[in-house]
T-cell receptor
Framework: AQTVTQSQPEMSVQEAETVTLSCTYDTSESDYYLFWYKQPPSRQMILVIR??????QNATENRFSVNFQKAAKSFSLKISDSQLGDAAMYFC?????????????FGKGTKLSVKP | NAGVTQTPKFQVLKTGQSMTLQCAQD?????MYWYRQDPGMGLRLIYYSASEGTTDKGEVPNGYNVSRLNKREFSLRLESAAPSQTSVYFC???????????FGSGTRLTVV
């Protein structure tokens, strides 16, 4: 069975500081994708960053970057220079490549608060 | 605007009532999905449709039915609503796996 675990139900960061959200996963597949989604109070699900498992280089999108450790099955999200607008729920998600019709498996989420 | 459109955004039902949640996408995506989101549970897959004319059960299908009406539309039906179905429901679609899903804005459903 595929699983995604986010061990931090809540996190807090000071504005302009850096925070890292943790995610571990389990899959028997060798090819897969990993994602971080942001859900602000508006409820909209917003794709933050994605990583293809076959790529060794960690993905980066502006202030967001990941630390992808394939052997350890770890996929953490680092937010640099945190802003008030970063406050949201963050979900880590796994999708096997080509299998299960592209179903996304989600973690339970981490609620991030940003203090001014 | 291109994307996934869900209706309604909010709904209150009485136990035993039925309703259909509508979802449409205009991105020519093949695969569509219905998820439910509950506090502390993340998003769980109810049903999905890999292509027009096919549907399959996800993790939590009991109490729901779906219809892939055409390539654009994928509806979710609650035949006899129960309080346990109080949740936020998301529809999503996907073209290529590496780009992840495009989500609708969600439906908050309350069953009393």
């Amino acid at each position: 069975a595929q699983t995604v675990t986010q061990s931090q139900p809540e996190m807090s960061v000071q504005e302009a500081e850096t925070v890292t959200l943790s995610c571990t996963y389990d899959t028997s597949e060798s090819d897969y994708y990993l994602f971080w989604y942001k859900q602000p109070p508006s409820r909209q699900m917003i794709l933050v960053i994605r990583q293809e498992a076959y790529k060794q280089q960690n993905a980066t999108e502006n202030r967001f970057s990941v630390n992808f450790q394939k052997a350890a099955k770890s996929f953490s999200l680092k937010i640099s220079d945190s802003q008030l607008g970063d406050a949201a729920m963050y979900f880590c998600a796994l999708m096997n490549y080509g299998g299960s019709q592209g179903n996304l498996i989600f973690g339970k989420g981490t609620k991030l608060s940003v203090k001014p | 605007n291109a994307g996934v459109t869900q209706t309604p955004k909010f709904q209150v039902l009485k136990t035993g009532q039925s309703m259909t949640l509508q979802c449409a996408q205009d991105m020519n995506h093949n695969s569509m999905y219905w998820y439910r989101q509950d506090p502390g549970m993340g998003l769980r897959l109810i049903y999905y449709s890999a292509s027009e004319g096919t549907t399959d059960k996800g993790e939590v299908p009991n109490g729901y039915n779906v219809s892939r009406l055409n390539k654009r539309e994928f509806s979710l039906r609650l035949e006899s609503a129960a309080p346990s179905q109080t949740s936020v429901y998301f529809c999503a679609s996907i073209s290529g796996g590496s780009y992840g899903y495009t989500f609708g804005s969600g439906t908050r459903l309350t069953v009393v």
